[in-house]
């Protein structure tokens, strides 16, 4: 007697009278899937109708404007670089304010006048450290995207062009000496994040050099 229940595995299982056929689409048996190849997936359902070696994407893909590059450009981590500063600068103002408050009240009790005072002199120094370097971050990268667009190429002229300008301008109320020595500070650090920058080229660089 045969059972009324329809066996997956057989071959006429697959034909058009399954739900497959109400989709336009065709079934499969266990045994005929058991041969598609699942690399690092899990099984799909067969009314999918896609080669599952097709979803697999060994390399990322990007959806970039014609001409773009995949890394970001001097304006787009403008944002970055001034918001980062100013969040750095609020939270070392912070804790420095909070040092200054505690010794110079530190002869008094723990008394409401202390607290305050102790309050003011950490907003009093965040909200200024926060000014100054995100005022010298904007100044930096406003001088950074100018020179990127005069001179129509990204490379590490630019920074340094752009922290010495920086350094010149956030120093200028100081006179010639002051203009002076904030270039040559800004020299100094633009010159280090360079540094820093290519520091892996520099030594892929040196290791291979080594080898001849």
Known sequence: KSSPYMDN??????????LGSLFGGS??????????????MSPLSPYLNVDPRYLV???DEFI??????????????AFFTIGGSCITGAAFGTVNGLRMGLKETREMGWTKP????????????????????????LLYSIFGVAIEKARGAEDDINTL??????????KSTGGLKGVARGGLVGLAMSG?????????HIRGGSSSSNLY
């Open 161 to 170: 062009a752009a922290g010495t300008l920086t350094g010149m301008l956030f």
């Open 57 to 59: 994407q060994d390399t």
């Open 9 to 18: 595995n057989a071959p006429g299982s697959g034909g058009k009278g399954g």
């Open 114 to 137: 202390r607290n305050v005072q102790i309050l003011n002199m950490v907003t009093r120094q965040g909200a200024s450290w926060a000014n100054t370097l995100g005022s010298v971050a």
């Open 192 to 200: 280090a994040y360079a540094l820093y920058s290519n520091w892996d």
């Open 64 to 77: 970039l404007p014609t001409g773009a590059g995949k890394t970001r450009g001097r304006f787009e981590l």
């Open 27 to 40: 079934e499969y048996s266990n045994t005929e899937l058991a041969g598609v190849p699942l690399t690092g």
